[in-house]
């Protein structure tokens, strides 16, 4: 596949916009409730910071939670400029699916390499390791030949990064370094992935299609992921939902191949996503019922503040938030929809045909 041709500054996409929105949202928050423009260390803590024996203590969801945290205005100034300089590279290059994972994948592996470094207590927050896994991944791209840009274009953002680093003595070298090389190893499995999956799959999937398979995916993994730490915490392996979750991604994969090939299955998919979407939202308010009282409070701020609404009237919140999620999907995908309604079969013939063309990302 022939390389793409970059320039040097690229216009940022949905996935950049919707990491940058949600945030700025969360770090406001932070600093509302600060009432200034920093939060002290306290505060995000009990919002999500990652700290010394967070990984022991198996609480988990803070290797993605403090990735969107901030310690004050500037911090999460800088951070988002990077994400906005480098993300719309890759996503265009990647897609928004793989953005995501590999945004994802840097934010969870930096903290948990840092994590690893670190000898001494410490507190740490930002989307550093993440934007620098968005900077590994273009990397990668490049020495795989399929991101055309000057060696100026790594040796100005890299050395600005190192620059920027020497003269901030608070920077957490271990984050930076650890979602720079998660981003540039998950890039490289995805490529290895997109090369294997000519011989596995049939057509190219939508990217409207591939991010909400991604999101659910999501979902599963952090059922399977909260039923495992209970599991470990109980002192056993832990691993059947895990391996259960993973052999029914595959299988629900394949089956939205198969469906994909056939003609209208673009417009069968994104209906069913619509409906797994709607399941999902209500299986998760189910799950988020059984927090509340008598166990409530939970000690999160941010989930105790949400059961207080969600406590009284789990049943008619989860079904309202339902269908709003079908609705959504059905609206962002209005024009899959569109396009299967209106197949003969040209579209199945026109994904599997894009399909074999496809060597690697």
Partial sequence: MPSFRASFFEVPHAAVYALMTVTVLTSGF??????????????????????????????????????????????????????????????????????????????????VIGNGIHSTPYLTVGASGATSGILGALLCLWILGKLDVGFDFFAINIGLNIAFAFGNSRIDWGVHLGGFAAGLIACALLDLIEKANIHVLRCKFPEAVKVNLTLLACVAALWAWSGQAQVIAAGGAGWGPALVVVAACCAVVKMVDLILSMKKGLAIVVTVLAGANAAAVMLSGGALASTCSPRWPTGSVPLDNLLVIFCPNPVLISGLAAIGAAAVTLWLCSKEISRGIEDVGFVGTSLRAERGRRRGL
């Fill in 30 to 111: 932070c600093f509302i409730q600060a009432g200034g423009p920093s939060a002290p260390a306290e505060l995000l803590y009990r919002y999500g910071g990652m700290y010394t024996t967070a990984i022991a203590r198996h609480e988990y969801w803070r290797l993605l939670a403090y990735g969107f945290l901030h310690v004050n205005f500037v911090h999460l100034t800088m951070n988002m400029l990077c994400l906005v300089l480098w993300g719309g590279h890759l996503e265009r290059r990647v897609g928004p699916a793989y953005f995501l994972i590999i945004y994802l994948c840097a934010m969870v592996f930096g903290a």
